[in-house]
């Protein structure tokens, strides 16, 4: 079975700093690993996901994560943060070629940008 | 555009009610799910369907019910034997079983009991 733990349930920042969001996962199996973004009372958006290739993912809104698994990890990252950022973030992830799985969420992180 | 409609955004239930929350989604994805939020405790799934006429429970399924009558809607009834049920839901979508794709959500519905 798979599991997410991200390693902080809040996140403060000033604008225009960088920031990283954590989160390590565990599972036996090849996986594929998602980020979402929650702004208030609406529902999740998709900001990128890693399948293969490449283990620095590039995603909407400038965030980027990078896959390392090594580490199980796969934190998200952006240079330089706005206060439109302000949200909760919530990693995810699947087994890999499967042919018929679920995404596993984690608790989530919110991310609040102090001008 | 295509995407997924929950209703109603807000919805008030009394004591010992059942009701009903609407999703809806026109992507012609195989597979639909119902999501449970409360603060702190990021989703918890309350059902899936994969496919048409077809559904199973997931992790907090007792207290809810769903139907999948249709590949386009999936609606979701909390009835009186949910216990606690103030939260907000999310309906969520995918392509086909597999996740490969990740999900889409809709805009969510927020439950108060009153």
């Known amino acids: 079975a798979q599991s997410v733990t991200q390693l902080d349930s809040q996140v403060p920042v000033f604008e225009e700093a960088p920031v990283e969001l954590r989160c390590n996962y565990s599972?036996?199996?090849?996986?594929?690993l998602f980020w979402y973004v929650q702004y208030p009372n609406q529902g999740l958006q998709l900001l990128l996901k890693?399948?293969?290739?490449?283990?620095l993912v590039k995603g909407i809104n400038g965030f980027e994560a990078e896959f390392n698994k090594s580490q199980t990890s796969f934190h998200l990252r952006k240079p330089s943060v706005h206060i439109s950022d302000t949200a909760e973030y919530f990693c995810?992830?699947?087994?890999?070629?499967?042919?018929?799985?679920?995404?596993?969420f984690g608790s989530g992180t919110r991310l609040s940008i102090r001008p | 555009d295509g995407g997924i409609t929950q209703s109603p955004k807000y919805l008030f239930r009394k004591e010992g009610q059942n009701v009903t929350l609407s999703c809806e989604q026109n992507?012609?994805?195989?597979?639909m799910y119902w999501y449970r939020q409360d603060p702190g405790q990021g989703l918890r799934l309350i059902y899936y369907?994969?496919?048409?006429?077809?559904?199973q429970k997931g992790d907090i399924a007792e207290g809810y019910s769903v139907s999948r009558e249709k590949k386009e809607s999936f609606p979701l009834t909390v009835t009186s034997a949910q216990k606690n049920p103030t939260a907000f839901y999310l309906c969520?979508?995918?392509?086909?079983?597999?996740?490969?794709?990740?999900?889409?959500f809709g805009s969510g519905t927020r439950l108060t009991v009153v």
């Open positions: 890693y399948l293969s290739g490449s283990t």
């Open positions: 599972s036996s199996v090849s996986v594929y």
């Open positions: 969520a979508s995918s392509i086909d079983n597999r996740a490969n794709y990740g999900y889409t």
């Open positions: 369907s994969q496919i048409v006429n077809d559904f």
């Open positions: 995810a992830v699947t087994p890999g070629y499967s042919s018929a799985s679920k995404i596993i």
């Open positions: 992507l012609n994805h195989d597979a």
